[in-house]
């Protein structure tokens, strides 16, 4: 074994920053909290702004949901593997009933059914197949709908998946107003993070709304806008501008949908996020706290919310798999811990630690396991979560969150600069189209892996300690025999159903985009007929062209 | 026809998948150190890229793969590569690929595999050594 140094000067020279870039101090004290007023600026747990935490007993009243994403192969092979976690305790949700984060397979985030040429080589590879009604059937089979919370990650085409799943969670008997969970639905995320754009942003932004306010009207237990900052992270922003762009977008959404003429107090409350948790410690502590009194602030100032529960930040904290390495992955279980206890005393509401295995493949059953016993060692062992806020009060952590929450300010301005209305929402499409977002957050990427190949960030096992060889962990690996399946069966439903009624709900739903209504019923009409996902979005390419 | 004075290499992603990261990455690294990119981008079938490197007359190309579909990417590339008759550009890949794969991606004719956490220097010193100018 080889002790590498890595090649950045003294760091005693360089100062001592966080990943974000502050620096920190050699030692804080009562001097750099001491204008800090505890009542307006801080507050008690459960009271505005919220540093403190959203709820007055935080996890002595409700632990945090604990949920692993997962999807592969099959919908009956992600429900047995979800059945598996929950009997190990995981996938569980506040009151420790079934809780899931479902991922999608590639074809389905790009609106394509499996048997599509441009569907080769990824139909069940990294999430499940989706094609049809049938196939979230097969899931809900193993999944109490009644009791669950799912949490659906999807990226081109929420509006369809959530017409598929409000389908067919009505074919079993469900009403969608018992269905609980949230659905990604973040168009924005999608084109600067994921780099999926099916259709005008415009266009997708109709469709976003369009499933707000449906979810207004039908879904209460449903969150219908899950603003994910979690990618811009891996895609180069570093903890602070993510909140930023999260913010930004979710201040947009909530300006559209007010032009849309939905009413604030209805669907204000029911806007969750879903954000990175990295590896250092104190700074993303002190993150979480900002993003509550930022959000609370947000919504009281520029909003002028009424209703307390618009005010309340809730978030899932997906942990950062860029922290990761393959190099030596077994040690990615410590970088789980560190950054999973971070989010835990910054007070998230779920909490997801992907696998050590993360940078070699989707995980295997074991990799999982380890994840989910992290949280349980957390919550059970660790009492931290005993108290509410234990950090609170410390002199560094409470002008960290200050900083933070300054520098966020400034972010969401500059987003604000690039429209020329005031808004936020002509701010962020005129940066996407721009494309000066986009650059910021390619620069950051390029600038971050220079830092790494420099030495001067250092990460274990990749510049530093490195090994000359390491163990290869198990991989796990799709079944192409299951994707062939999956093609097969797809074929054969095509064939089955009856292609009048199918023909009448796509005109249906083609009249609906023509005259711009909600396309909802049209779509879960469509799903019950057995139109398939990527015969809906083509109706909506056909109509609005494609994106970019 | 006259000498290359620098080193073309195409980079490209096969099958849907967004993540640019790693791709954007090499890129720019191959560029500062002198060699022309043609960035061809993400969602690229394996036709694709072996006619888009035909046609801008690359040295390597370089594929990055980031969601595990590397063996049926790279074999079907590899397999239209020596059906159009263009062996002699070097092929390359990067990405999320387990260490055991690499053995079957060099056997399927795969130069060399860069995976995750490999330094951009080496697959400068990689590609100045193969292209020699």
Not at chain 1, 10 to 15: F, L, Q, V
Not at chain 1, 377 to 406: A, Q
Request: with cysteine; charged share 25%; hydrophobic share 40%.
């Amino acid at each position: 074994m080889r002790h590498d140094r890595s090649n950045s000067p003294d760091k005693r020279e360089k100062g001592f920053i966080t990943r974000s870039g502050i620096t920190l101090k050699t030692i804080y004290g009562l001097e750099d909290t001491q204008d800090i007023e505890y009542s307006n600026e801080i507050g008690n747990p459960g009271q505005f702004p919220y540093t403190r935490g959203i709820y007055p007993g935080m996890y002595r009243a409700v632990p945090w949901m604990k949920r692993q994403p997962m999807g592969f192969s099959s919908s009956e092979l992600t429900a047995e593997r979800y059945k598996e976690l929950f009997k190990k305790g995981g996938q569980v949700g506040y009151k420790g009933e079934p809780a899931t984060t479902l991922l999608f397979d590639m074809p389905t985030n790009y609106g394509y059914d499996s048997d599509n040429p441009k569907a080769r080589y990824q139909v069940g590879t990294v999430g499940l197949p989706v094609d049809h009604i049938e196939d979230m059937i097969a899931f809900m089979r193993g999944f109490p709908m009644d009791k669950g919370f799912t949490n659906m990650v999807i990226h081109g085409s929420p509006a369809i998946l959530l017409a598929i799943f409000i389908a067919a969670a009505e074919e079993l008997g469900y009403s969608p107003a018992i269905l609980k969970g949230s659905g990604k639905n973040d168009p924005f995320q999608s084109y600067l993070a994921e780099r999926i754009k099916l259709l005008p942003i415009e266009a997708e932004l109709k469709l976003g709304m369009d499933v707000l306010e449906y979810c207004i009207d039908n879904m209460p237990a449903w969150n219908p806008i899950s603003v994910s900052g979690f990618s811009y992270h891996p895609s180069g922003l570093n903890s602070i501008q993510e909140l930023g762009l999260a913010l930004a977008t979710a201040i947009a959404y909530i300006e559209a949908g007010m032009q849309r003429g939905l009413e604030f107090n209805r669907f204000a409350p029911r806007i969750s996020f879903f954000l990175s948790g990295g590896i250092d410690f104190l700074e993303e502590v002190a993150k979480f706290r900002a993003a509550r009194k930022l959000w609370a602030r947000i919504m009281k100032d520029r909003f002028k919310a009424s209703n307390p529960k618009s005010m309340l930040f809730r978030v899932y904290c997906l942990t950062l798999t860029t922290d990761y390495t393959a190099q030596q992955p077994f040690i990615n279980i410590i970088r789980g811990t560190i950054q999973g206890l971070a989010a835990v005393l910054g007070g998230v509401q779920a909490l997801g630690i992907p696998c050590y295995d993360e940078a070699i493949g989707i995980p295997t059953e074991s990799a999982q396991t380890i994840s989910i016993r992290t949280q349980q060692i957390m919550e059970e062992e660790s009492g931290v979560g005993k108290t509410v806020d234990p950090l609170g009060g410390s002199w560094c952590i409470e002008s960290l969150t200050k900083e933070i929450e300054r520098q966020v300010y400034d972010y969401i301005g500059n987003i604000e600069n690039m429209g020329d209305d005031g808004t936020v929402l002509k701010g962020v499409i005129a940066g996407i189209k721009g494309g000066q977002i986009i650059k910021d957050i390619n620069e950051g990427a390029i600038k971050r892996q220079r830092d790494i190949e420099s030495g001067e960030t250092t990460v274990v096992g990749l510049n530093k300690y490195t090994e000359e060889e390491y163990v290869s962990p198990p991989v796990f690996r799709t079944d192409p025999e299951v994707a062939r399946m999956k093609i097969k069966d797809l074929q054969e439903f095509k064939s089955k159903r009856n292609l009048r009624e199918v023909e009448g709900a796509l005109e249906r739903l083609r009249d609906t985009v023509k005259r711009e209504q909600n396309v909802m019923p049209a779509l879960i009409e469509a799903a019950k007929k057995r139109v398939t996902l990527e015969e809906a979005m083509n109706v909506f390419r056909d109509i609005f062209g494609e994106g970019d | 026809m006259e000498a290359k004075r620098s080193r073309r290499v195409l980079i490209a992603s096969i099958g849907l998948d967004g993540h640019e990261l790693g791709a954007l990455i090499v890129s720019s690294a191959l560029r500062n150190a002198g060699m022309e990119v043609v960035y061809l981008g993400l969602n690229q079938t394996p036709e694709q890229v072996v006619e888009a490197a035909i046609q801008e007359d690359v040295d390597i190309i370089g594929i990055s793969s980031m969601s595990g579909i590397h063996l049926a990417a790279l074999s079907d590339l590899l397999e239209y590569l020596k059906k159009r008759g263009t062996q002699g550009i070097i092929v390359i890949a990067g990405g999320i690929i387990p260490l055991d794969d690499i053995a079957t991606l060099e056997k399927l004719g795969v130069r060399k595999v860069f995976p995750e956490g490999t330094h951009t220097s080496q697959i400068i010193e990689f590609i100045k050594k193969e292209i020699p100018l």
